[in-house]
Structure formats: structure tokens, C-alpha cells
């Protein structure tokens, strides 16, 4: 069976378009990945720490948003258009979940062109759906538009569990009936009904996924719904935006109220995905645990405010400069930090910024609330000489004068990146495998660090 995804106008196998999307996102002259000619074993970053930093760096598109806003396209027969998507290897996991739906997938550069005009199936297979959690968005709107769907649930998670019971207890209020069996939820319309019904949903935790499936299935839904205790995260916010230029009538996203009237029909649109702010950080904490001094952009900061305090915080200058954020570093002083939801310090930050406070002065406590499995990062950097004592969720981190290079395992992807960071201020060579981590949400993070004077290759053994 052919795949729908294109580049340009000439169909590509699914194979032809994983590889090449990967090729953009990790590519590598010393190691060929995402060629698909070969399997590589012992792929890893060789870093050598010491180099100071100077320049420009850019942000990629935001993947958080970029998976649902392609979920997204499953609620229209027209053309949705997104720009400024990055080329991750989770963003081709969701183009060939939509593919296999019937979606019709364009790619040029970091614009997407989904046409959701034939969707032919209801049940996304389950090999695709196991390798990314995002993959439960399609819930929402197939059951909108279809009338039914059955998605197998998500596969475990390295970092903790995020059960979808949010999810299914929003789908029920709508007027839905779901079933889960066997490992697969099934979603469909009751009785004789046309369209889900609007109503009022309570979510008993503010869940970023269910406030996101919840806004599709609503978009198309008979009435008017309200979401109390919403997220309140920006991807929220950038899928209301783009849920609106379909024809969606939506208020309040950014609030804990949301409030959507549904609509009868949504029609395409053009659409840039907002900025990552998860990497907008990771960059930031790049010149902060280096000493040096970068401008980083574009980045908006009221995404990203709780982050921009801590650095201060620990001694960082930041100034302002249009769309971008200059950030210069000579010390760094310890300080305490706990994970929130947004607008509070984001959990997907706070191994990043461990690694920073391994090196700076004086005593530091960490305190984990969100995932309880997200403190596996700290034996690496202990491997790596931070004194760090971990009892339950709370790190206590005492600043070294310096870390040593090692070899070093990421554990999951913001373990992945925090690794990276510890290298490039480490003495000495460190080596970081679990790319396959690194590669599902950042694009090309070892060569935008090796353009500002970072020494970073990507090595692989052939298998």
C-alpha cells in the first residue's frame, strides 16, 4: 500500500518520506542518519566541553503544538496549510498516522500541507499509534467528524504515566459513547445522533492533551461547551488561534474557561506554528551553563516567564531585542525551583536546568510535581561529578566548580538535551547516547550549537 505524504507533487513511499523528514532533522556527514540505507547501533553526540559560545541561535516551531495542529486536519474536507513545523521524528510518526487515516500529507521545508478530503479509516493501526503518545489527539476530532473512532491507547511513558481518563470523561459529556477493550478506546456518536452535543466539562487536573482533544471534538459539536479548568499552556492557546481561522467560535483559551460554540462546518486555513518555547529554554540554558553570551530568537516571553525569572535569578542578563533574547552569563548562583503547570516553572525545563545548577555556587533544591519518573537524569550527571542527593521528588544540588566529561545515557528527551548541556560545560570529552530521544524534539540541536563554537559530532557504528 502506497502512502499519501508528498513532497511537492510526486507521491513518496512511507519509507522514501520517513527517511528524508529524518534526514532534515538529524542528517550528519560523519554518520549518515535518516539516509534509511542502512540500521546504525551506538549512535551518540561527542562532545567537547570547555568552548565558549557567541552568535545567533534560531528556534524551530513548537512540536507540542505542531502534533496537535495536525491532528487538527482531521476536522476538515479542505486544505489546512502549517508553517514553521520542524523536522522531528515525532512530527513524521504523526504524518504517518495521518496518512494512514487518509490524509493526504505535502511536505515542503517546514511547511505542511494536510488535505483531510478522503479520510477512509477510523482506527489509526496500532504500531504507529505505540510509538507516540500524541497520537490520542486524533480521538477527538475522527469522532467529530466520522462519528466514531477507535484509538489504541498510548504506550507507557519513560517519564511517568498520563492516563487519558480526562479524556473519556469530556468525550461522555459531549454525548459520546466510549468503551475501552482490549486496549482500544472506542468513541462514537449515541443512538441516532448527528453531532456531539455541546455541554459542560470539569476537568479535575488542568491535562494540556485533554483540554486540546476536548477544544476539537467541541469545534463541530450541536451548542455551546464550556471547559472549566483548563490548561492554560500556550499550545493551548496556539490551538484555539488555528481552530479559529478554520471558522471555530472560541473564547477564553489562555483562561481556565474556555468556551466554545460549534460550528456545522470548518474549512482550511494557513497557519505558523508559534515558536518552541521548550527549546527557546534549552538554548538559553546553553550560554548560561557555557558563560557566554547568545541572542536566541524568536522567542516570545510571556511563553516563557517563569524560565526568564529563574535565569535572573541565577545571575543571567537578559535584554530584549525585538523578537529574539540576548542572554550573557559570568556567574551562576544557586537557587531553589519547583515544576507547576504553566504560567509556573515548565516540568519539560527542569532537568535542562539541573545541569545549570550542578555548576553554579552554593546549594540548590529541585522539586519535581508533575512526572513522577523525572529525576532518572540525575545519576547521569552524577557520573559526570555533580553532588547531587535525590530523596523522592527533591533534588538537593550542591554547584561543582566544574563537571567531567563521561559517557552518559539521556533517558528520556529533556534527560537527552540536559546531557548535551553538561557536556558542552564539561572538561574533557563526554559522550550522550539515547538520541533517539533528542531527535524526537530537537531539530538539529548539535548543529545550531556547533555554528556558535560548540565542538559536537554525531558518531555512529555501522551495524
Do not use: W
Not at 494536510?114 to 496500532?126: F, K, M, N, R, W
Not at 510509538?131 to 490520542?136: G, K, M, V, W, Y
Not at 528520556?412 to 530521544?437: H, N, P
Amino acid at each position: 500500500m502506497r502512502s499519501r505524504f508528498m513532497t511537492g507533487t510526486a507521491p513518496m513511499s512511507t519509507t522514501a518520506f520517513t527517511a528524508e523528514f529524518r534526514q532534515a532533522a538529524v542528517a550528519d556527514e560523519n554518520n549518515g542518519a535518516g539516509t534509511g540505507s542502512d540500521v546504525r547501533r551506538d549512535v551518540r553526540l561527542e562532545i567537547t566541553g570547555g568552548q565558549p559560545l557567541a552568535g545567533e541561535l534560531r528556534v524551530s516551531g513548537a512540536k507540542n503544538s505542531a502534533l496537535v495542529l495536525m491532528a487538527a486536519s482531521l476536522l476538515s474536507r479542505d486544505t489546512l496549510r502549517l508553517r514553521n513545523v520542524p523536522p522531528l521524528t515525532d512530527i513524521t510518526a504523526m504524518g504517518e498516522i495521518l496518512a494512514a487515516l487518509g490524509v493526504r500529507v505535502t511536505r515542503n521545508g517546514e511547511t505542511l500541507d494536510l488535505d483531510g478530503e478522503s479520510i477512509t479509516q477510523v482506527a489509526p493501526p496500532y504500531e504507529l499509534v505505540n510509538t507516540l503518545r500524541a497520537s490520542f489527539f486524533c480521538i477527538g476530532p475522527l469522532l467529530a467528524r466520522m462519528g466514531t473512532a477507535q484509538v489504541p491507547l498510548p504506550g507507557g511513558c519513560q517519564i511517568g504515566s498520563r492516563p487519558v481518563v480526562e479524556h473519556v470523561k469530556g468525550l461522555k459529556a459531549l454525548g459520546a459513547t466510549v468503551t475501552i477493550e482490549h486496549g482500544v478506546v472506542t468513541a462514537s456518536l449515541s443512538g441516532r445522533a448527528r453531532r456531539l452535543t455541546g455541554g459542560h466539562i470539569h476537568l479535575d487536573c488542568p491535562s494540556v492533551g485533554a483540554t486540546e482533544t476536548l477544544m476539537m471534538a467541541a469545534a463541530l459539536a450541536d451548542g455551546e461547551t464550556v471547559i472549566d479548568n483548563a490548561a492554560l499552556e500556550p499550545e493551548v492557546v496556539d490551538l484555539a488561534g488555528l481552530l479559529t481561522a478554520m471558522g471555530a467560535r472560541i473564547s477564553g483559551a489562555g483562561t481556565p474557561t474556555i468556551v466554545i460554540a460549534g460550528v456545522e462546518r470548518l474549512h482550511g486555513a494557513d497557519y505558523a506554528v508559534i515558536p518552541d518555547r521548550i527549546e527557546a529554554g534549552t538554548l538559553l540554558l546553553a550560554a548560561a551553563i557555557t558563560r557566554s553570551s547568545l541572542r536566541v530568537g524568536p522567542i516570545i516571553p510571556e511563553h516563557l516567564g517563569a524560565v526568564l525569572t529563574k535565569l535572573e535569578d541565577a545571575g543571567c542578563r537578559l535584554r530584549h531585542d525585538g523578537g529574539a533574547i540576548e542572554i550573557s552569563t559570568d556567574q551562576v548562583r544557586a537557587l531553589d525551583l519547583r515544576t507547576m503547570p504553566f504560567p509556573g516553572f515548565p516540568t519539560d525545563l527542569q532537568a535542562p536546568f539541573m545541569s545549570l545548577l550542578a555548576t553554579a555556587s552554593g546549594t540548590s533544591l529541585v522539586v519535581e510535581t508533575i512526572f513522577e519518573n523525572r529525576l532518572q537524569h540525575v545519576a547521569e550527571l552524577q557520573r559526570m561529578g555533580a553532588a547531587i542527593r535525590l530523596q523522592g521528588n527533591t533534588a538537593c544540588i550542591e554547584g561543582v566548580p566544574r563537571l567531567s566529561g563521561a559517557p552518559v545515557q539521556g533517558t528520556d528527551l529533556r534527560a537527552s538535551a540536559a546531557m548535551v548541556l553538561a557536556g558542552l560545560a564539561a572538561e574533557g570529552i563526554t559522550q550522550v547516547r539515547g538520541l533517539e530521544f533528542l531527535d524526537r524534539g530537537y531539530a538539529g540541536l548539535e548543529h545550531k550549537l556547533t555554528a556558535v563554537g560548540a565542538r559536537i559530532r554525531r558518531l555512529s557504528d555501522p551495524a
